[in-house]
């Protein structure tokens, strides 16, 4: 069993839907948590970025994590054609020494 | 844009040559990454480096080396490439502490060994 788990997808959504992307963990030791985002051919970028439990929001990302389910998710609200790409979770139990990435899901927004 | 520069960005290159990597960065970091990239597998961890001459091993590290004479430059060497090394690699950098010490990634560069 991987340590993070991650739906591969494709998630398919019109454009201006409310989109819920999310990874779960088997390790009770992560503390940091973190999204990216990656478009075709190209590097991750860094998108929402906790610690510990509790919800992060900034703009029309919403970063939550519940550590008592092992659970973290990505809100993505009135999503946009650009925002098509792969997000990838993160996390960490000791900072960014040593993070383990979820395999990333495929999203899709159409016009 | 966290100033890191990777080359080559594509590469093929013949089963048992040596292959190496280079990623370059400008806003003097102390600590640099090497990453590779597989469908069904994420991103993991080759080897990373805290300092001149300061490197560890990462998740996957066997079958490479790593090595850094100067601040702004991190090599990752294929000794010996073989098939199961066809990838894209990412080099990251460390942020500093006012973005959370964060880690940014460079382009990538896809290596494919024949």
């Known amino acids: 069993q991987k340590e993070v788990e991650q739906d591969p997808g494709p998630l398919s959504v019109p454009e201006g839907a409310i989109v819920s992307l999310n990874c779960t963990y088997s390790?009770?030791?992560?503390?940091?948590f973190m999204w990216y985002r990656q478009y075709s051919r190209k590097g991750p970028e860094l998108l929402m970025y906790?610690?510990?439990?509790g919800n992060k929001e900034d703009g029309r990302f919403t970063a939550q994590v519940d550590k008592s389910s092992k659970y973290i998710s990505l809100f993505i609200r009135d999503s946009q054609p650009s925002d098509s790409a792969t997000y990838l979770c993160a996390m960490s139990a000791t900072g960014f020494q040593k993070l383990v990435f979820g395999t990333g899901t495929r999203l899709l927004v159409s016009p | 844009d966290a100033g890191i520069t990777q080359s080559p960005r594509h590469k093929v290159t013949e089963t048992g040559t040596p292959v190496t990597l280079r990623c370059h960065q400008t806003e003097n970091h102390r600590y640099m990454y090497w990453y590779r990239q597989d469908p069904g597998h994420g991103l993991r961890l080759i080897h990373y480096s805290y300092g001149v001459k300061d490197t560890d091993k990462g998740e996957v590290s066997d079958g490479y080396s790593v090595s850094r004479s100067k601040t702004e430059d991190f090599l990752l060497t294929l000794e010996s490439a073989t098939s199961s090394q066809t990838s894209v690699y990412f080099c990251?950098?460390?942020?500093?502490?006012?973005?959370?010490?964060?880690?940014?990634f460079g382009e990538g560069s896809w290596l494919t060994v024949v």
């Open positions: 906790t610690y510990s439990s």
């Open positions: 390790n009770s030791a992560f503390q940091y």
């Open positions: 990251a950098i460390r942020g500093t502490e006012s973005s959370g010490n964060t880690i940014y």
